[in-house]
């Protein structure tokens, strides 16, 4: 794919894609119809639980390795949340916080 960009290709391409066609057809009953949006909603719910889960899990392997290097040097409870809660401080500040409440909602 990269040899392409650098020397594209001269000859034409002997593929043809004109005489596709794709039909659909409406489903027969109303029963049919729920069936069909109901598996296409779970393949969506399916998909987005995908990426909730996949999410988390990088956000933990981050705050397992925060966890494991701050261990090193005697912050064992060193966090990703933690560490945003200091750097976020200041908006903290800004919307009305004070104090220790600035920081807390990061920890």
Known sequence: MFARLLSPATESSQVSFNNLSFTETPPKSIIEAAATGAMTGL????????????FFAIIALINGIIGGVGGWFGFAHASLESILGYLLAPLAWVMGLTGVMQILPGV
């Open 43 to 54: 393949k969506i719910a399916a998909g987005v639980a995908t990426v909730v889960m996949a």
